[in-house]
T-cell receptor, first 115, second 113 residues
């Protein structure tokens, strides 16, 4: 069965420091991958979407970037964190075959607090 | 611009009653709509998907309706239980087969024993 991992689970970082969040998927090939941010009291905001290695679309202009160095690995990065980057970061994948293609499966999330 | 609205106020209901949550949208016509459940500190979990040509979809104690004229979806939990307490999110596709979604802010449901 498919599994999605995210780490770390919790992170406290000072303003201006770099960031690297990792997401990996097991049990599937060539998934579509997503990064979302969920701020307190707000809905999930789509940050990045990837259909394959090196293929990433950015949805919101910001100081974050994403990379997909391997088929089942998706990384969210920042060179300098802002206070507004605090939130709950969720990675998700979408099945391309063998089930409803519209459904997304979310990871456990990373809670980021920028101080 | 595309917009989704869910009742941001928490919904408290008594155990055994039917909970009804609302999702309204404006400025576009999605091909389908999804409902997810999110527990505190966890990622959302998919519950149901309903397409624009479907009026109603059921899964066990869950029922979803989709009214494209009213631009509204209703999510019902019958015979609610305390374990149903969670935040429920609706999500709509952006259209054109993009597989990108817009999520509502969610409605927090609390089922009282």
């Amino acid at each position: 069965s498919q599994t999605i991992h995210q780490w770390p689970a919790t992170l406290v970082q000072p303003v201006g420091s770099p960031l690297s969040l990792e997401c990996t998927v097991e049990g599937t090939s060539n998934p579509n991958l997503y990064w979302y941010r969920q701020a307190a009291g707000r809905g999930l905001q789509l940050l990045f979407y990837s259909v394959g290695i090196g293929q990433i679309s950015s949805e919101v202009p910001q100081n974050l970037s994403a990379s997909r160095p391997q088929d089942r690995q998706f990384i969210l990065s920042s060179k300098k964190l802002l206070l507004s980057d605090s939130g709950f970061y969720l990675c998700a994948w979408r099945v391309l075959a063998g089930g409803p293609r519209e459904t997304q499966y979310f990871g456990p999330g990373t809670r980021l607090l920028v101080l | 611009s595309q917009k989704i609205e869910q009742n941001s106020e928490a919904l408290n209901i008594q155990e055994g009653k039917t909970a009804t949550l609302t999702c309204n949208y404006t400025n576009y016509s999605p091909a389908y709509l999804q409902w997810y459940r999110q527990d505190p500190g966890r990622g959302p979990v998919f519950l149901l998907l309903i397409r624009e040509n479907e009026k109603e979809k059921r899964k066990e104690r869950l029922k979803v309706t989709f009214d494209t004229t009213l631009k509204q979806s209703l999510f019902h939990i019958t015979a609610s239980q305390p374990a149903d307490s969670a935040t429920y999110l609706c999500a709509l596709d952006r259209g054109s087969g993009t597989y990108k979604y817009i999520f509502g802010t969610g409605t927090r449901l609390k089922v009282l024993a």
